[in-house]
Nanobody, 125 residues
Framework: VQLQASGGGLVQPGGSLRLSCAAS????????VGWFRQAPGKGREGVSC????????YYADSVKGRFTISRDNAKNTVYLQMDSLKPEDTAVYYC???????????????????WGKGTLVTVSS
């Protein structure tokens, strides 16, 4: 099971980035996929999730209306489109799936046990 997050970088406030979470070695579409972030000196925060059971999506209040999660099953990839970025969005972003869970298609941040390497997003002028 391999997940690789990419697409981070430096962006000005108000700008946009699209993060990608590419999977290899398994079919990602059967799994819920969560995006997390960890800002310097802070704990890890679950920001978005795409359920594989019913196609529903979840967003933390801090990103609702600005971030959009989507998936391209043909590319075995999940995306996080981030618009109207703020300095407080600065963090390392990770994607994860509940690979070892019986409820692997459902969004449960606490069940996410397979993680990709993170990608750094810096929002600064």
């Amino acid at each position: 099971v391999q997940l690789q997050a990419s697409g981070g970088g430096l962006v000005q406030p108000g700008g946009s980035l699209r993060l990608s979470c590419a999977a290899s070695g398994f079919t990602l579409e059967y799994y819920a996929v969560g995006w997390f972030r960890q800002a310097p000196g802070k704990g890890r925060e679950g920001v978005s999730c795409f359920s594989a059971s019913d196609g529903s999506t979840y967003y933390a209040d801090s990103v609702k209306g600005r971030f959009t999660i989507s998936r391209d099953n043909a590319k075995n990839t999940v995306y996080l489109q981030m618009d109207s970025l703020k300095p407080e969005d600065t963090a390392v972003y990770y994607c994860a799936i509940p690979y070892g869970s019986s409820w692997y298609s459902h969004c449960d941040f606490n069940a996410m046990d397979s993680w990709g390497k993170g990608t750094l997003v810096t929002v600064s002028s």
